[in-house]
Nanobody, 115 residues
Framework: QVQLVESGGGLVQAGGSLRLSCVAS????????MAWYRQAPGKQRELVAS????????NYADSVKGRFTIFRDNTKIAVYLQMNSLKPEDTAVYYC????????WGQGTQVTVSS
């Protein structure tokens, strides 16, 4: 069973940076999209950023444009989220998602931004 292992969350002050990592434990068939979602307390899970595997096209939520960067490692099934200029409203549990022959989800990693 393929698992997505996330790391990199933590506590940071506003204006700081964090990098999230998500690595698959095994190969996948039909890999086509990699993404990061987040869910804050009392709110719905929302898409933060995505990247296609075919040509590397990226898409970002308006709230993170210019501050976050999603990128992938072409040598393995891994996706990363570089988060700069963090704000308290970025506080949430962040989940990686990979769309392949089925949808895979990471276990979630907590990001807390203090003001």
């Amino acid at each position: 069973q393929v698992q997505l292992v996330e790391s990199g969350g933590g506590l940071v002050q506003a204006g700081g940076s964090l990098r999230l990592s998500c690595v698959a434990s095994a190969g996948m068939f039909g890999l086509n999209l990699m993404a990061w979602y987040r869910q804050a307390p009392g709110k719905q899970r929302e898409l933060v950023a995505s990247i296609t595997t075919r040509d590397g096209s990226t898409n970002y939520a308006d709230s993170v444009k210019g501050r976050f960067t999603i990128f992938r490692d072409n040598t393995k099934i891994a996706v990363y989220l570089q988060m700069n200029s963090l704000k308290p409203e970025d506080t949430a549990v962040y989940y990686c998602n990979i769309q392949a022959n089925r949808a895979y989800w990471g276990q979630g990693t907590q990001v807390t931004v203090s003001s």
